[in-house]
């Protein structure tokens, strides 16, 4: 089945308690994403991903980090958590086709930051 | 300005009715509008993409309007299952890169 995984799914954590979000898709996608969603703002795009070892900043991008040394894994790093970063966050794949393009999300990991 | 605006809603109507979506866009220079759905809280799903000569796909159509910067959804014949929050994506390339979604339109369809 096709399919975006994020884990964990719920997280609640301490703030400067660095953390670990990961994300993998089993379509053999070249596009990964990550947004965060609040109330009122809708989702918000932290960072992309082309490829392998190709990333880049979204709208949202201070106080977290990215990596892709592999196609299928896009993991969302928080160095050091703030209370602000208490969000909704949800993982994305797509291939690269244009206007015709299918975004797979992941379920969505509730992270919250005490 | 915001780069992509929605009525947050709700827009509240009964089953079998006609209701509709405008999107307004900033960037004249967006190449790629979809438009999505998204059930309290799970994640988003792609319900179309817009294409410039506009599309329909069952009960529900998508138009693009360049020269006025919006996109529009239209769905005919309203049913319960219907009802959620309708987002609408833009991006000024054909992908998901620097994408920008809109903060969403909540339909309540009533029975």
């Not at chain 1, 991903?49 to 969302?76: A, H, I, Q, W």
């Not at chain 2, 294409?51 to 769905?75: H, K, P, V, W």
Request: with cysteine.
């Amino acid at each position: 089945e096709a399919q975006v995984t994020q884990n964990p799914r719920y997280l609640i954590t301490v703030t400067g308690k660095k953390l670990t979000v990961t994300c993998s898709q089993n379509m053999n996608h070249e596009y990964m994403s990550w947004y965060r969603q609040d109330p009122g703002l809708g989702l918000r795009q932290i960072y992309y991903s082309m490829n392998v070892e190709v990333t880049d900043k979204g709208d949202v991008p201070e106080g977290y980090k990215v990596s892709r040394k592999e196609k299928r894994n896009f993991p969302l790093i928080l160095e050091s958590p703030s209370p602000n970063q208490t969000s909704l966050y949800f993982c994305a794949s797509s291939s690269f086709q244009g206007e015709t393009d299918t975004q797979y999300f992941g379920p969505g990991t509730r992270l919250t930051v005490l | 300005r915001k780069e992509v605006e929605q009525d947050p809603g709700p827009f509240n109507v009964p089953e079998g009715a006609t209701v509709a979506f405008n999107c307004t866009y900033s960037n004249s220079a967006s190449q790629s509008f979809f438009w999505y759905r998204q059930d309290c809280r799970k994640e988003p799903k792609l319900l179309m993409s817009v294409y410039s000569s506009g599309n329909e796909d069952g009960r529900f159509t998508a138009q693009l309007n360049r020269a006025s910067q919006y996109i529009s959804l239209l769905i005919r014949d309203s049913k319960l299952s219907d009802s959620a929050t309708y987002l609408c994506v833009v991006s000024p390339s054909g992908g998901y890169q620097k994408v920008t979604f809109g903060t969403g339109t909540k339909l309540q369809v009533i029975p």
